[in-house]
């Protein structure tokens, strides 16, 4: 139960709880290992469990009635899968899946609202998460109607920078293949790779498989954030910091 504690205080939802109260959500929770390609749950299951990222990415989609799949969010270290169901009728309103091996602290949805019912200062947590989510939400919504394709993926880039790195240049690794990052960012995989040839164009970051070599994090900053009305770093990225 160790290691059950250690995953919940180390996420800001639940860093502020009372030891007795973070020993109580983690005596009927358990470590759950997941392999790439597993479902965690799909959209309109009944939800009785609560996720805590603790190692891997999981992709948060929705298929289209034609089939298609869209893909709403990638989570990962430390982020919360089924908070949601908890406001909605206890159902899922999208799919999990792992994109690789995963482990994942699952804690008793009834566990989390009986929380929510009986303290009021988790559950002022639990609605400035939420609002989180919103504004992240909202701020993508700005980008597709503002932003170039280009500038959206220099934007990405930028949000796997560390914000408080004092280096005026990276190299990232991309935590995920470009096809899953494409989706991600609402576009098809071809417009994907003109953009990315565009955006090595214009601001000089070199490219090889999975690396990103980023030779001026300012320059990069100047070229992606010019369409948007949020300053880099963006005030998410610093949560929890």
Do not use: W
């Not at 929770?29 to 805590?52: H, P, Q, R, T």
């Amino acid at each position: 139960m160790k290691e059950h504690c250690r995953i919940l205080t180390n996420t800001p939802l639940f860093s502020k709880l009372s030891e007795q109260g973070v020993k109580s959500l983690c005596l009927t929770a358990e470590i759950k290992n997941y392999a790439k390609g597993d479902l965690l749950f799909s959209a309109e299951d009944c939800a009785k469990y609560f996720y805590v990222i603790s190692t891997g990415f999981i992709k948060l989609f929705h298929t289209t009635l034609d089939g298609q799949e869209a893909v709403i969010n990638i989570l990962g270290q430390g982020d919360l899968l089924g908070e949601f169901a908890i406001f909605y009728e206890n159902t899922h309103l999208n799919s999990a899946e792992a994109l690789e091996e995963s482990s994942i602290l699952v804690l008793s949805l009834g566990d989390i609202k009986q929380l929510l019912e009986q303290n009021n200062f988790f559950a002022l947590k639990m609605l400035e998460h939420m609002t989180t989510i919103n504004r992240q939400n909202i701020k993508e919504l700005e980008h597709r109607d503002t932003q170039t394709t280009t500038q959206r993926i220099a934007c990405f880039f930028l949000r796997l920078c560390l914000p408080d790195t004092e280096s005026p240049s990276t190299i990232l690794r991309l935590p995920y293949n470009k096809l899953v990052i494409a989706s991600r960012l609402g576009m098809k995989a071809e417009t994907f790779s003109r953009s990315l040839e565009r955006l090595r164009h214009e601001t000089g970051i070199t490219i090889q498989g999975s690396n990103i070599h980023i030779k001026s994090i300012e320059k990069l900053h100047q070229y992606a954030c010019q369409s948007c009305s949020h300053s880099y770093p963006c005030k998410d990225l610093l949560a929890g910091r």
